[in-house]
């Protein structure tokens, strides 16, 4: 089999930088909640509903206690006392909390022991339903077909859920393993989750537990129809990453876009806010059993591909360290890169060779999701056709695991049902054809791909020293990755973010870290 130079040593250097790294931001985490986590947690106990403007419930029951000062305490807390104080179920306890003309400022009365006591059977519920959706997912998968890697991943975006649907199942006709609905434009930025079922959205359909469901269901119907189980993928990104977690775990979805920076980065989200939602959304994933897909690729969209390919390397490392910190397991961790470089570049697909066989043998366990061409497509349909297939040739031949098929309409439109009928095609094609490609090539050690691999390597080594040395806030801070700068108390979200009091109470979570 081919493979690149690798000193193990560095890579294993790298990972405890990493995880030094990542320690830091985890005594952060620690100490502080979130709307979104609270809010999640509220979700996770059976509050459910909106009022009659469509604010939902636990936005209003949160933000009632974050401007009273108590949210440092936790909901749960006082989820738990209004359980004590006569409330039938959660649901009527944080109706309660929302709308009670007295608020409860858990003076006096029952403590946190008797809070934890009477949510005990409700903290079990929570666990039962994210394991059963869990074991149901897993038992219909053994009833059809896995794909076989790399796995063929698409879209859809068309805005109205009904017409996503429609167009999942033509995907799954047309081949595709995985089905992702983008998420509509702008959606990371909102601070709630809308509700029910939605037919309008920019860019893409908005993430709902109801639009999770519909798509669920349209795609067990085509893996029943076709033998072949057909994963389904969605955002858990952005300002609600939490909840949209838990959504997706109780209606059994298998991937979820999850990044540790990507809101930081490219939404400009707080960074304090974005690591301490990052942390509890990824402690239900690992629950669920979900994988997640981390967004290193989008770096090479901002930076030159050639010479920050390091950074994306070294970003990965930081995101398998959060990862592991969260209790998700090397194969639930879907570390993304991309086929970014400027393909007038000479030896362009040497290059793109080397990072890709680089991070396939330092994250071996992992399943890699190796991302398509897109900053330099121009709209000629032609030439997009021959450098994906490209794409497609260096991911099969360097064993990546989930390969989100490159369109040749990339920089025209959405692609339309014949674009990714072609894209499947093509690259089924390629798959087929390069099937054992990788396993009967072998690189020169003093070649071009031997030493990109080692440059690399070297970088991201040099890059995680650095960013130990001065931390991650400060790195990003001045613009170490991607080449956008962010700081610690800017961007949005951060009025959401509390440092949590003495006898803060999150039984839930503390279940999800124990199990």
Known sequence: MATVPMDVGKVALCRALAGDIADDVQRYIDAHTTVGLERAILRAYGAEGVDEEGAPLVNIAVDRYRQAGLLGRGMALFLGRALLAGANSPQEAAERLAFAPELDRGQGGPGPQAALDALAPHTQAALTRIDSAREGRDAFKRRVTAGTAPLKYVIVATGNIYDDAVQAKAAAYAGADIVAVIRAT???????????????????????????????????EASETHGRYVMQTNYSSGLCMAEIAWMAAVERLDMLLNDAMYGILFRDINMCRTFVDQYVSRRIIARAGIVINTGEDNYLTTANAVEKAHTVLASQFINEALSLRAGLVPEQIGLGHAYEIDPWIQDSLLLEMAQAQLIRQIFDRHPIKWMPPTKHKTGDIFFAHVHDAMFDLVGVATHQSIELLGMFSEAIHNPLLMDRYLALKATRYVHSACKHL??????????????????????????L???KRESIWEAIAHGAFAD????????????????????????LLSALEAG
Do not use: M, W
């Open 465 to 467: 020293a650095e960013v």
């Open 186 to 220: 702008a959606q990371s930025l909102l601070d709630f989750v809308p509700d029910g079922p939605t037919t309008e959205g920019y860019g893409g359909t908005f993430a709902t537990q109801d639009n999770f469901r519909i798509i669920r269901r349209a795609l067990d």
């Open 484 to 507: 956008i700068k962010r700081t610690r108390t800017g961007g949005k979200g951060y009025e959401g973010v509390v440092e949590r009091d003495g006898d803060y109470l999150n039984p």
């Open 438 to 463: 990788g396993s009967e090539i072998e690189f020169k050690n003093d070649g071009i791909i031997a030493g990109r691999a080692v440059q690399v390597l070297d970088e991201a080594l040099a890059l």
